[in-house]
């Protein structure tokens, strides 16, 4: 059964940092990954999609990127801003066919101050 | 257009209650998605519609819980009989057509809570 873990469940970093989210899941027979992030109240807001046969993706100060042979993922943060304090979640997609729900994993919820 | 909505935005009922949750995808997505999140969880998929049939209904958890598209685009989820248990935030999605290349687009949701 596949499972996704999210590393660290907290995070807080001052203003400017750089910072790493970490995701993993058990079984590398995934389509692809999505990240996401959830503001308190609010439903997901998609961030970045990496296929499978993809390492990376990027948009604006965020990549991510995907290792499926060693079940990991990383979402990387550039230059921090308070407004990305919010809960980050991972999510697989794992088989390749339509209809796929997503497994997620618990989350980041990461806080910026400035 | 508008992006999925949901409603209510938020349900306060009694145990052994009957509620129903309303989700309306973006217009034009053959695909629907429902997911529950609890407290500190990820979502959990509950089940998926490809048009107006359930294509997968895997991750409903008992027999009290239903959903229903009859016109392939509005989704009903109705739990009958709730328990406290079932307090969490109800997560509807939407995708163009299902394909593992499609986005799942989500609504802000529909907080249940059961007294």
């Known amino acids: 059964k596949q499972e996704v873990t999210q590393i660290p469940a907290a995070l807080s970093v001052p203003e400017g940092e750089n910072l790493v989210l970490n995701c993993s899941f058990t079984d590398s027979a995934i389509y692809n990954l999505q990240w996401f992030r959830q503001d308190p109240g609010k439903g997901l807001t998609s961030l970045l999609l990496?296929?499978?046969?993809?390492r990376e993706q990027t948009s604006g100060r965020l990549n991510a990127s995907l290792d499926k042979s060693s079940g990991r993922s990383t979402l990387y943060i550039a230059a921090s801003q308070p407004g990305d304090s919010a809960t980050y979640l991972c999510?697989?997609?794992?088989?390749?066919?339509?209809?796929?729900?997503?497994?997620f994993g618990k989350g980041t919820t990461l806080s910026v101050s400035s | 257009g508008a992006g999925v909505s949901q409603t209510p935005s938020n349900k306060v009922t009694e145990k052994g209650k009957y509620v129903e949750l309303r989700c309306d995808p973006i217009?034009?997505?053959?695909?629907l998605y429902w997911y529950r999140q609890s407290l500190g969880q990820g979502p959990e998929f509950l089940i998926y519609f490809q048009g107006t049939g359930a294509a997968d209904d895997s991750g409903l958890p008992n027999d009290r819980f239903f959903a229903v598209r009859p016109e392939g685009s509005v989704s009903t989820l109705k739990i009958q009989r709730t328990e406290r248990g079932d307090s969490a935030v109800y997560l509807c999605a939407s995708s163009l057509r299902g394909g593992p290349f499609d986005e799942q687009f989500f609504g802000p949701g529909t907080r249940l809570t059961v007294l």
């Open positions: 217009s034009g997505h053959t695909a």
């Open positions: 990496i296929q499978s046969s993809q």
């Open positions: 999510a697989v997609s794992p088989r390749p066919q339509a209809g796929t729900a997503l497994i």
